[in-house]
Nanobody, 122 residues
Framework: QVQLVESGGGLVQAGGSLRLSCAAS????????IHWFRQAPGKEREFVAA????????YYADSVKGRFTISRDNAQNTVYLQMNTLNPEDTAIYYC???????????????WGQGTQVTVSS
């Protein structure tokens, strides 16, 4: 069992930065690949980024590649999403999710956090 709690969302101007955190409970955190998804109003939940269990491999959606960076600290049971050069299209609720394997589909995730709102003003 893994419980995930996101934090770090907020309101930022276009071009600004935010760092999201996903804190996990449970001794098996390092057994899971951790993913970030986002969902904008009226849209489906979409994949943003993922990191392997050891942190050696990372994956990004094309829309965020070069602007977002995912990282993890297994000693702190935490995954981070550094978001730079934000634009209004990045406005969404951001969720972290855990699965034993890297997967891009929300329906394949085993555990979800409650989400954190990111709003980018123009």
């Amino acid at each position: 069992q893994v419980q995930l709690v996101e934090s770090g969302g907020g309101l930022v101007q276009a071009g600004g930065s935010l760092r999201l955190s996903c804190a996990a409970s449970g001794r098996t955190f390092s057994s899971y690949a951790i993913h970030w998804f986002r969902q904008a109003p009226g849209k489906e939940r979409e994949f943003v980024a993922a990191i392997s269990r050891t942190g050696s491999s990372t994956y990004y959606a094309d829309s965020v590649k070069g602007r977002f960076t995912i990282s993890r600290d297994n000693a702190q049971n935490t995954v981070y999403l550094q978001m730079n050069t934000l634009n209004p299209e990045d406005t969404a609720i951001y969720y972290c999710a855990a699965n034993l394997l890297i997967n891009y589909r929300p329906k394949d995730m085993d555990y979800w956090g409650q989400g954190t709102q990111v709003t980018v003003s123009s």
